[in-house]
């Protein structure tokens, strides 16, 4: 028994130095419930493999997920896809599986601001790390400033490695920079150099024949389109209504429908025409009179009169 003990103990120490860390811990209740099952010893020892395989692949996940820095919550779950057309559904559908970047395909996605560009692509980027693959999240403005950075430092080959270590590098809001020439050749370095090996994933409000705004030279912009448009999947969101113009207007609308009264307010009209003519349900005219109706009464008039009513029906007798 001592040194059945001690084979444990042992084997759980190789294990611990092999990285094989979840064996160690699972071993032996896995080898329980195998003789408890009449599991074969093949079956055993897949059990223990799947269960590292699985915690190992949960690991990795969740570091790629906090590496990415990618928005909180832009997921597929949380995207409203009824809102997007078929043909836009079924290309995020076919993105899901992360096969673009075995043929360093890029992708665009076009639109207008407030549309959801920047969710689908967040929602791709997760779905790219869930099948394994390293993602970067960056605005496009913050990228520039670190390979300007780089440059000025000349260390820009050495950053630009880093970045190759990422299967996919989003950027967001590429539209919105507006770079003078050393940002401009430094963003035109990054998009060469990953042209044909790594993918680019890129949301912008600007068509491509308004790219002149970003590249100011009208060949740097062309030569920059025409590397990402070779390999690319073009998300067309231009006929996409915003997203929050269409909160806003559901919101504006809420606000201008007419209030209705409050229930102190009817009680109030209520008492007010009781104490003027208790009577009056009993007294309208009926359907076949001629007689023609009466005025309506002020409502300031019928709470004057129904005042001075209480007032007199309250008050004492007095002897005279």
């Known amino acids: 028994m001592p040194k059945t003990i001690n084979r444990a ?27 408890k099952e009449g ?10 493999v799947r269960l590292e395989t699985e915690q190992r692949t949960q690991r990795r996940t969740a570091r790629l997920m906090r590496a990415s820095g990618l928005p909180v919550e832009k ?5 409203a896809l009824s809102r997007l057309s078929p043909s836009l559904q079924l290309q995020l559908e076919r993105l899901k599986s992360a096969s673009f970047l075995e043929t360093a395909t890029n992708i665009i996605a076009i639109g207008k ?5 920047s969710h689908c692509l967040a929602a791709v980027g997760y779905a790219v790390i869930e099948a394994g693959y390293p993602v970067l999240w960056t605005p496009t403005s913050t990228l520039v400033q670190r390979l300007l950075a ?3 430092d000349l ?7 880093k970045l190759d270590k990422f299967a996919c590098v989003i950027l967001d809001d590429i539209g919105y920079v507006q770079q003078d020439r050393d940002e401009m050749e430094v963003l035109f370095t990054f998009l060469a150099e990953r042209y044909e090996r790594k993918s680019v ?23 920059a389109i025409d590397r990402l448009v070779h390999h690319s999947v073009i998300l067309d969101m231009m006929s996409v209504e915003s997203y929050r113009a269409e909160v806003a207007s559901q919101q504006h609308l809420s606000s201008d429908r007419p209030k209705k009264s409050s229930s102190k307010q009817i009680t109030l009209a209520e008492a007010t025409t009781s104490l003027r003519d208790p009577d009056a349900s009993s007294t309208a005219p009926s359907q076949g009179s001629h007689e023609p109706p009466s005025e309506p009464v002020p409502t300031a008039v019928l709470l004057a009169e129904g005042n001075a009513e209480s007032s007199r029906l309250e008050a004492p007798n007095r002897q005279v």
Do not use: C
């Open 150 to 152: 780089a440059k000025r």
């Open 113 to 117: 601001p407030g549309v959801g560009k």
């Open 9 to 35: 103990i042992e084997l759980q120490t190789l294990l611990t130095q092999l990285n094989l860390g979840v064996i160690a811990v699972v071993f032996a209740d896995v080898a329980l419930r195998a003789a």
């Open 201 to 223: 994933m890129i949301t912008t409000n600007l068509v491509f024949s308004e790219w002149e705004r970003i590249f100011k030279n009208p060949m740097t912009a062309m030569a």
């Open 75 to 79: 997921t597929f779950r949380t995207l």
């Open 39 to 48: 599991l074969s010893h093949e079956a055993y020892l897949y059990e223990l």
């Open 155 to 161: 260390r820009l080959p050495q950053e630009l490695s």
